[in-house]
């Protein structure tokens, strides 16, 4: 089933850092907008035909009060693909836009004892709305944001709202003399032994999730969460694609998937539509069941699966058949 549709307004656009805008969006006519957890982004139709996720970077007002707004946080990419440098320059105050409902596949574990949350750039929007909920609910965590100094800090009264849960690392030296709160973190040392109890989240860019991932090891796999805003460099040289089938089960189905062409497309060509918002294997948004049984050989390719979950999941915007096999599916 295909997501909601909302018209919203941009009704407050404040630059955050020099390279970082905050956008608040709010119904055309002030009524109340879907609810949504912590973790949890919208995709946004842009000017120029873009559509990009962004995490929402605020957490849910207390209980009883009516939802009247999104924050996103958007950060200028110089590399990007345009969608970034189109919010920046050709969306204003009082413009309308085009976003999904919210959609959370970055919540929070409910029977965590501490949340670790591990932020980097602009990796902070979904964790800063995940400390405000942990905050409001009396929930154990700690906040820690990496930046290159307090200049480069996005939403700094946010997260000084926070107080003591909240420790900032800046990579400039010079950057330590400025504030209680700033502190050298050691990510090895942060992350030796994992705490029973403590569950890890993370979100930032690439070489930021490397670090941290690294520092991790020794982590069990069902306690650190991530979410990727771009997908990581190839290690090496990526194969040649080949065509496969793609099967979905119960159904009857069986679909020809061109060597260039993805799941997800040859799906929509048969009027079969699969939700999805990065088409990278980044968001988790298209992941659906892989089918029980025999005959399954995925491919794997996204970033938002852990290895035990690809035994039973699969990421179809990315994700093919193994050597022109076959993939079988389950869909709602």
């Not at 950060?75 to 345009?82: D, H, M, Q, S």
């Not at 079969?272 to 049984?293: F, H, R």
Request: charged share 20%; net charge negative; with cysteine.
């Amino acid at each position: 089933m295909l997501d909601r549709t909302l018209t919203v307004r941009v009704a407050r656009k404040q630059r955050q850092t020099a390279d970082v805008t905050a956008f608040e969006l709010v119904h055309p006519w002030g009524r109340t907008l879907p609810g949504y957890e912590a973790g949890a982004h919208i995709d946004v139709y842009l000017p120029g035909g873009f559509m990009r996720p962004y995490s929402l970077a605020l957490a849910l007002p207390a209980a009883g009060r009516d939802n009247t707004r999104y924050v996103i946080g958007v950060k200028r990419e110089a590399a990007g693909r345009g969608g970034s440098a189109s919010l920046h320059e050709r969306v204003h105050e009082g413009d309308l836009l085009a976003i999904s409902t919210p959609r959370n596949t970055f919540p929070l574990h409910p029977q965590a004892r501490h949340h670790l949350l591990l932020a980097g750039g602009i990796g902070l929007t979904p964790l800063l709305a995940m400390a405000q909920q942990l905050e409001r609910e009396g929930r154990a965590f700690t906040l820690c944001v990496f930046a290159r100094s307090r200049a480069h800090l996005a939403f700094a009264d946010a997260l000084a709202a926070l107080g003591a849960n909240v420790r900032l690392h800046f990579d400039e030296p010079a950057a330590a003399t400025a504030g209680a709160q700033v502190q050298h973190i050691d990510i090895a040392q942060l992350l030796q032994g994992p705490q029973q109890g403590t569950h890890l989240y993370l979100c930032g860019p690439a070489g930021f999730m490397r670090a941290v991932l690294e520092a991790a090891a020794s982590w069990p796999e069902d306690r650190v969460h991530l979410e990727y805003f771009a997908p990581p460099a190839a290690d090496g040289a990526a194969g040649v694609d080949e065509p496969f089938t793609l099967v979905v089960a119960g159904r009857g189905i069986e679909v020809a998937v061109a060597a260039d062409q993805s799941a997800v497309d040859a799906l929509h060509d048969i009027g079969i539509d699969v939700p999805t918002s990065c088409a990278q294997g980044v968001c988790g948004t298209c992941v659906v069941p892989l089918a029980a049984g025999q005959g399954n050989a995925p491919d794997h390719r996204d970033h938002c699966l852990t290895a035990t979950e690809r035994h039973a999941k699969v990421a179809l915007c990315c994700s093919r058949a193994q050597h022109g096999g076959r993939l079988i599916v389950e869909l709602p």
